[in-house]
């Protein structure tokens, strides 16, 4: 039961809430824009998947939180190929990844407060996923056609 917006992207799957536990827990520094002080205050991309994936540094919109995609609102101009088993490094912030154009993938996000898992499926043009700082975005399957 996902549902799939006008657009033919952003195909949603199920949530399931968990807790997501950090190193430092309450004790650990806040994060500032523009940055982040320490890896789990960076918004971080796995690529779990036996497919190549794309990060992306910069999400250019306001008002986005993890999970929301759009067919723009990144800048090109900085982007890391993620061959599998690899993540964006630790102390950078990378915030978004793409979705390429006719494929299906499952992310798995986890933030302080909750873990869900979430299907995309870029039906006509690649779909950019925003990764919010204190977040990670774990790619965790990719479908190359449609969603199972």
Not at 5 to 22: C, P, S, Y
Not at 97 to 108: E, H, I, K, P, Q
Request: charged share 15%; proline share 5%; aromatic share 14%.
């Amino acid at each position: 039961m996902a549902d799939t917006d006008e657009n033919g992207g952003g195909r949603i799957g199920h949530r399931r809430d968990r807790h997501f536990t950090a190193a430092l827990g309450p004790f650990a520094p806040a994060a500032h824009a523009g940055g982040c002080t320490a890896y789990v205050f960076c918004s971080n991309t796995i690529n779990s998947s036996s497919w190549g994936a794309t990060a992306i540094k910069n999400w250019t919109c306001s008002g986005n939180s993890t999970g929301d995609w759009s067919t723009g609102c990144v800048d090109l101009s900085t982007t890391m190929y993620l061959p599998p088993g690899s993540s964006t490094p630790a102390f950078e912030d990378w915030d978004a990844f793409r979705v390429d154009t006719g494929w299906c993938y499952r992310v798995l996000f986890e933030t302080y407060t909750s873990t869900w898992t979430r299907l995309y499926y870029a039906s006509h043009s690649p779909i950019y996923v925003k990764v919010s700082n204190d977040a990670i975005a774990n790619i965790e399957a990719q479908y190359p056609s449609s969603c199972p």
